[in-house]
């Protein structure tokens, strides 16, 4: 089994940062690209951030500037530094992995549990 366990959500305030931390574990062979999702209520899950396991990134324009993604390849995690922080930014945070797991050739999308972001004063 695979499992992708984020951390690091909470209230904040409007200008405030968090970070995110999402570790993925189990029979792990290779991650490919790693990423974070958002949905706000009554909306549908968008794009936030992803990175590929040699680094390259790519933003939704709503955060680029604001929100950094990088990931720790030893340690099968990806984090995102979210600065500035917005009302907007309220969301459930998803973290995305594409994981080939040991003895099996295809690459799966695995999503974790989701972290409540909450920016209000």
């Known amino acids: 089994q695979v499992q992708l366990v984020e951390s690091g959500g909470g209230l904040v305030q409007p200008g405030g940062s968090l970070t995110l931390s999402c570790a993925a574990s189990?029979?792990?062979?290779?991650?490919?690209?790693m990423g974070w999702y958002r949905q706000a209520p009554g909306k549908q899950r968008d794009l936030v951030a992803t990175?590929?396991?040699?680094?390259?990134?790519n933003y939704a324009d709503s955060v680029n500037g604001r929100f950094a993604i990088s990931r720790d390849n030893a340690k099968n995690t990806v984090y995102l530094q979210m600065n500035s922080l917005k009302p907007e930014d309220t969301a459930v945070y998803y973290c995305?992995?594409?994981?080939?797991?040991?003895?099996?050739?295809?690459?799966?999308?695995?999503w974790g549990q989701g972290t409540q972001v909450t920016v209000s004063s």
């Open positions: 990175i590929s396991r040699q680094g390259s990134t």
């Open positions: 995305n992995a594409r994981i080939t797991r040991v003895g099996n050739a295809f690459v799966y999308d695995y």
């Open positions: 189990g029979r792990i062979s290779s991650i490919d690209d």
